[in-house]
């Protein structure tokens, strides 16, 4: 296959090739997953079309929607620390141009926490996961970015205030209830292999600091922020975490 081209399906097919997406601005991205579907199946599609592992912003609809990529993840690489995490977020498919690192540190506690750098070794924000505090409860998460109240995410059943825990018991059973089914990713997506076909049960968190709401997250499906101010990056950081 030459350089810059895919094929939507094997060789033969009588399909035509379908060019690789150009990456878009990350710094504003409002809505995203991660993973290789660039262009989904469809009823003329039969295989998803794939591309590298990277966050991915979904655009258009129906037979025209695709999943641009906006920030590539691949191995750690010099600027990158020893230290660093495995997978690094670049700027470029060629990962020549390092957007950001993480760096982990195990408490005492329990937490465990990653620390957010870019290419030139600053510190631009720290993401912390939470252990429950008993059995019945799941881990939550913090984020802390330098200027800004601490951002937490937690169950969106337990998020947001008593009002809104009270609104959800009284009349949003049914549709929480959906919520919490199995979601499909892009089509021929899996979130730890790549594999097509296949489903995992996630849970929705929503992203708090103080009385704002910064983010909605449904595992690394897809994460949609709602705060302007929110450092792109730490969202990113995020999703190659994942919320396990």
Not at 76 to 88: D, L, T, V, Y
Request: positive net charge; hydrophobic residues 35%; glycine residues 10%.
């Amino acid at each position: 296959m030459a350089f810059g081209k895919r094929r939507g399906r094997e060789e033969g097919s009588g399909v035509r090739e379908e060019a690789p997406l150009p990456a878009v601005e990350w710094a504003d991205v409002r809505e995203f997953t991660i993973g290789t579907v660039e262009r989904p199946v469809t009823k003329n599609r039969p295989r998803p079309v794939r591309g590298p592992w990277a966050i991915r912003v979904p655009k258009g609809a129906g037979a025209a929607k695709v999943f641009a990529p906006c920030a590539y993840v691949a191995r750690a690489a010099p600027p990158a620390p020893p230290s660093a995490m495995e997978s690094c977020l670049y700027e470029d498919p060629d990962s020549q141009h390092l957007l950001c690192y993480l760096v982990t540190e195990e408490k005492g506690s329990g937490e465990r926490c990653f620390r957010v750098y870019v290419a030139n070794g600053k510190e631009i924000g720290v993401i912390r996961r939470i252990p429950p505090s008993n059995k019945l409860v799941k881990h939550t998460w913090r984020i802390d970015q330098p200027g800004h109240p601490e951002i937490v995410g937690r169950n969106e059943w337990i998020s947001g205030g008593a009002k809104r825990i009270a609104d959800r018991a009284a009349g949003k059973v049914v549709s929480e209830a959906l919520n919490s089914l199995p979601h499909i990713l892009p089509a021929g997506e899996n979130t730890a292999s790549g594999d097509s076909g296949s489903q995992r049960r996630s849970r929705q968190l929503e992203w708090w600091s103080g009385g704002e709401l910064v983010m909605v997250s449904q595992s690394i499906k897809m994460l949609k922020v709602k705060a302007d101010w929110l450092d792109r990056r730490l969202a990113f950081a995020f999703a190659v975490i994942g919320d396990s």
